[in-house]
């Protein structure tokens, strides 16, 4: 089972840009990763998906070395509204093995 | 509004009772999946089914639990004889065959 580590917490400006690092050493060759946000009292949101090098989309980045045993999420530019709890997920898409949230990190924008 | 509902969103109810909730995914996604959270814990993943056919339940799904879904539309998770340690979020979501999870607003249930 790939375990993943995230920091517990961490904090940031409005305005700045957020780089998550999510360790899973023990991913196996048909993993993908993706990423959750959650605000408190709601259910968690997709932010990203990817599998090697690098995604993008309009709300985030994903970061994924060649051996990817880390990935990174990175938010440009975050807002107040950014304070969020986030998720690193690794497993086959599908399977109950990538539907394992881990604790998450927990982000605070400050003003 | 087209996104996943549960309901109840609140329920309270006595140790030893047993209780029902219901989620209902988005129309076109096939495969639904139930998760409990704890306060300061991600999500933990309960049971899935695609369709109708419910393909995978965690060990965290005792005896006391059972989920359905009937005719591959709604569902619906059953606590019987409640325990507190069942107190929790419990959280539905959808999607199209494997593709992002879509969540409901949850169902938080507190057992006295």
């Known amino acids: 089972l790939a375990k993943t580590t995230q920091p517990i917490s961490m904090d940031s400006y409005e305005g700045q840009e957020v780089n998550i690092t999510c360790s899973h050493n023990?991913?196996?060759?048909?993993?993908?990763i993706t990423w959750y946000q959650q605000f408190p009292s709601q259910g968690p949101r997709f932010i990203i998906q990817g599998y090697k090098t690098k995604v993008t989309n309009e709300v985030a980045s994903l970061f994924i070395p060649a051996d990817r045993k880390s990935s990174t999420l990175s938010l440009p530019r975050v807002s107040l509204s950014d304070t969020a709890v986030y998720y690193c997920l690794v497993g086959v898409l599908g399977s109950a093995r990538q539907l394992t949230f881990g604790s998450g990190t927990q982000l605070t924008v400050l003003p | 509004d087209t996104g996943v509902s549960q309901d109840p969103r609140h329920k309270i109810t006595k140790r030893g009772q047993n209780v029902t909730f219901r989620c209902d995914p988005i129309?076109?996604?096939?495969?639904l999946y139930w998760y409990r959270q704890t306060l300061g814990q991600g999500p933990e993943f309960l049971t899935y089914?695609?369709?109708?056919?419910?393909?995978?339940k965690s060990r965290l799904l005792s005896d006391r639990f059972s989920a359905e879904r009937p005719k591959g539309s709604f569902s619906t998770l059953e606590i019987q004889r409640t325990e507190q340690g069942d107190s929790a979020m419990y959280l539905c979501?959808?999607?199209?065959?494997?593709?992002?999870?879509?969540f409901g607003p949850g169902t938080r249930l507190t057992v006295l």
């Open positions: 129309s076109e996604h096939n495969r």
């Open positions: 979501a959808s999607s199209l065959a494997i593709d992002e999870q879509f």
């Open positions: 023990n991913i196996a060759t048909n993993d993908y």
């Open positions: 089914f695609q369709n109708e056919a419910q393909l995978e």
